[in-house]
């Protein structure tokens, strides 16, 4: 079981380095046979987490299972009757998680997504399948009883905001989450607690900050919203005194559409290298959240009447899942981990303003380090840190490898790195 130490979790009294896959759609789109396959791939790349959603997944494939009895319309939308509780739908998912725990990894699971919930930024896309208010207790009390055993870490929410900002009223998530809370500890008073805020934000009401055990937030997809990987948790650090751990659970998407970039263009590896270290650096280097556009929604084109659900509101169609476990994204994440565990298990301290005007380039050190993410190769003086070096170690994020770094005058020289690097220098 996971325990929380400062600003790291532990796991059998060893740093435990939060390293995700993103599978929201797992328990109602995936056989069991092609999920321990799945699992066996992630694992070789250093995951230890998968987060998954409980229910269903409002943008992702049509599922094959459902976790309460349903009603279709001709319009594509569906209803629950959450008061009917499909018993072999949990009973599968219990198998699934019993494949995760024989394999020593984490189950992150979400409660209650944004779409269940009212007056949240979906609610034009999903009518009429909110929980009833009432209800939330028994569901969430079956739910926690039935999977505690695997000691899941408990999301309590969903991609949810709990800004006024005219796209979402947080009135009504306030209320649902606080019974959601609530219920979940109930149960599982042991248990540890976080939510899933949506894309680029940080605002989590006090009450609620007061009572989870670690900082989740989302740089997300948006193409001009990139910056928060490092923003968000620089501001949780120096702003609200955040002490806990800090995880950037949903980076970039690799192969998602970049949300209102000036030309259609998908997330690449670079691009999700780029947001993690960035993160990381920054004061969130309790772990990482990896996704790929295909794994989360489970598109599976083997199976063409396993179709997009109709409100799958993403301008690109997503990738086989087959295919998204051939993406180099996921294998640069383990190396990250590697990397982070080796040179800075004991913790980081990030660099505020590491490079004057220049505040894509991150940086965060400890007693024996200093680290550097150059998202582009470039000379860099090492007198803005404080420092004199004669050598340092330079690493190739593309090709995952060491090179000797060539140093002048206390500047680093430019080597041949086609893409981002990492600046190691042994204090």
């Given at each position: 079981m996971l325990k929380i130490k400062g600003k790291y979790l532990f796991k059998d009294n060893k740093r435990f380095f939060y390293l995700a896959d993103t599978c929201w759609s797992a328990f109602t789109s995936i056989q069991l046979s092609d999920w321990r396959y799945y699992l066996d791939a992630r694992q070789?790349?250093?995951v230890n987490v998968i987060q998954i959603n409980v229910l269903r997944q409002w943008?992702?494939?049509?599922?094959?299972?459902?976790p309460f009895a349903?009603?279709?319309s001709a319009n594509g939308m569906y209803q629950y009757d959450f008061r009917k509780i499909n018993e072999s739908y949990f009973a599968n998912a219990e198998k699934m998680l019993e494949e995760m725990s024989y394999r020593g990894m984490i189950p992150v699971l979400v409660l209650l997504w944004g779409n269940y919930?009212?007056?949240t930024w979906m609610s034009k896309y999903i009518k009429n399948n909110t929980i009833p208010f009432d209800l939330i207790e028994s569901y969430v009390t079956y739910v926690v009883n039935r999977f505690k055993r695997f000691n899941p870490i408990w999301c309590i929410s969903g991609d949810v905001g709990f800004t006024d900002n005219g796209k979402q009223k947080p009135n009504a998530a306030v209320k649902y989450y606080r019974e959601v809370l609530n219920a979940a500890k109930k149960a599982d008073p042991a248990g540890l607690f976080t939510f899933h805020i949506n894309g680029e934000s940080h605002d989590l009401p006090k009450e609620f900050v007061d009572q989870i055990d670690f900082y989740c937030y989302q740089s997300g997809h948006g193409y001009y919203g990139q910056t928060s990987a490092y923003e968000i948790p620089l501001i949780l650090r120096n702003k609200e005194r955040y002490e806990g751990p800090i995880i950037d659970a949903e980076l970039c998407y690799e192969g998602l559409t970049k949300m209102k970039a000036?030309?259609?263009e998908r997330y690449c590896a670079r691009d999700v290298r780029c947001a993690a270290w960035r993160a990381v650096l920054?004061?969130?280097?309790a772990g990482i959240g990896y996704g790929a556009f295909g794994i989360w929604p489970w598109n599976d084109t083997a199976?063409?009447?396993?179709k997009l659900e109709s409100n799958f509101n993403v301008q690109l169609t997503p990738y086989d899942w087959r295919d998204c476990l051939k993406f180099s994204g996921a294998k640069d994440m383990g190396f990250l981990k590697t990397i982070v565990m080796q040179l800075a298990e004991s913790g980081l301290s990030p660099i505020e303003v590491p490079v004057k005007n220049n505040p894509t380039i991150r940086a965060a050190q400890n007693?024996?380090?200093?680290?550097?993410?150059?998202?582009?190769p470039t000379k860099l003086d090492f007198t803005s840190f404080g420092l004199t070096v004669s050598t340092c170690q330079v690493i190739d994020l593309q090709k995952r490898y060491f090179l000797t770094g060539k140093v002048l005058n206390n500047v680093l020289q430019l080597l041949p790195v086609a893409e981002d690097e990492v600046v190691v220098v042994k204090k």
């Open positions: 070789a790349e250093g943008d992702s494939s049509q599922p094959i299972r459902e349903v009603r279709n919930v009212p007056d000036p030309e259609p920054s004061g969130a280097d199976k063409p009447e396993q007693d024996q380090y200093l680290l550097i993410y150059l998202p582009s």
